[in-house]
């Protein structure tokens, strides 16, 4: 079993450019471990032009970004391919946990707590997609009957 995914140029960020699909499954915590919703999200993540460029120690990767006037911290560990992301805000926390499992795949665990909804955690997959295929003029992939 390979526990690394070895990232093209050792860039974490440059891994994570482009459009990717996002399946979650949503369940409660406690009791029953109740099914709350299935999402299905297009997340884009574009490249920033005033990243920091001091090399990381271990190829280890330190996050630090804003999310709603908060500042949030994660981490990248390069031995095992996996991103944690912490998002402390004033009524809630998230703890998102990205497993890259090959060039299109992300595993991906979400646990989230606020002050207004029973605790959740979102479970599921993110995989990258072609925008191209997708645009209003792109050809279509069906074949003629």
């Known amino acids: 079993?390979?526990?690394q995914f070895n990232l093209p140029d050792d860039d974490f960020?440059?891994?994570l450019v482009g459009a990717w699909k996002r399946n979650l499954e949503w369940r409660e915590f406690g009791g029953t471990y109740a099914h709350v919703r299935t999402s299905n999200t297009v997340v884009?993540?574009?490249e920033y032009q005033r990243l920091d460029t001091t090399p990381a120690k271990n190829n280890d990767v330190y996050l630090e970004w804003q999310y709603s006037g908060d500042t949030c911290h994660g981490q990248f560990?390069?031995?095992?391919?996996v991103a944690i992301l912490?998002?402390?805000i004033r009524s809630s926390t998230v703890t998102a946990t990205y497993r890259i499992m090959d060039a299109d795949t992300i595993?991906?665990?979400i646990t989230e707590v606020d002050e207004r909804h029973k605790p959740t955690i979102q479970y599921g997959n993110m995989y990258r997609i072609?925008?191209?295929l997708y645009?209003?003029?792109a050809p279509s992939q069906q074949q003629p009957s």
């Open 1 to 3: 079993m390979v526990l």
């Open 44 to 46: 884009l993540i574009e």
């Open 77 to 81: 560990m390069d031995k095992t391919s």
């Open 13 to 15: 960020y440059k891994f």
């Open 107 to 109: 595993a991906v665990c």
């Open 130 to 132: 072609d925008t191209k």
């Open 135 to 137: 645009a209003p003029d």
């Open 86 to 88: 912490n998002f402390f």
